[in-house]
């Protein structure tokens, strides 16, 4: 008989199922790419294993479209946004702002600071940062700044398609499914 999941937890051979951070664009994409398959994402919402920070929630709420919907009732339901009363959340935002705001540099090479995007100061770049960093959650964004500042503070990002891969939206349909005479 299988040891059940929590003893294998503590002794360290299973790995607990890791807490997702996205952006606004990561959920844009997924909804666009696979409006039919939301579910499982929903499924991930409520199990507290996909959040967002308050930023980018209001940046969802400025759309028109389902997504804004979906949006507005997970956080109904499941508490999705991750509001930035804690003071270490408060203090580490401050702390990526003030370091990676106007520029950033990598090695040699200097890029661009989140506030050179569209949004500017209200950019909710450095809030999806800040949250993977100090709750130990994977980043889900494609925008490049976010995905420097990630490396640069050890936070792991992956882009909205890896994302997609890892939660299954995205299956690779087997060759030859569903062939007759084989």
């Not at 951070?21 to 499982?40: G, S, T």
């Not at 507290?48 to 028109?64: A, F, M, Q, S, W």
């Not at 702002?97 to 520029?103: C, D, I, N, Q, S």
């Not at 130990?136 to 494609?142: C, E, N, T, W």
Request: include cysteine; hydrophobic fraction near 40%; glycine fraction near 8%.
């Amino acid at each position: 008989m299988a040891p059940p999941r929590a003893q294998l937890q503590e002794v360290g051979l299973m790995k607990e199922e890791p807490i997702y951070v996205c952006d606004a664009d990561a959920l844009i994409n997924l909804y666009q790419h696979f409006p039919n398959k939301f579910r499982a994402l929903r499924d991930m919402v409520a199990r507290n294993k996909v959040k967002i920070p308050e930023g980018v929630y209001r940046e969802l709420r400025r759309k028109t479209d389902r997504l804004r919907r979906y949006v507005e009732r997970w956080e109904r339901d499941y508490q999705f946004v991750i509001r930035f009363k804690d003071r270490r959340l408060r203090e580490e935002l401050a702390r990526i702002e003030r370091k990676y705001g106007e520029r950033i540099a990598v090695g040699k090479r200097a890029y661009n600071g989140f506030w050179s995007s569209r949004a500017g100061r209200r950019s909710a770049d450095p809030q999806v940062v800040a949250v993977g960093k100090v709750r130990g959650g994977i980043v889900v964004s494609d925008d490049l700044a976010v995905r420097m500042v990630c490396m640069l503070e050890g936070v792991e990002c992956i882009g909205w398609s890896e994302f997609a891969r890892r939660i299954r939206l995205a299956e690779q349909l087997a060759l030859f499914q569903n062939r007759k005479g084989g």
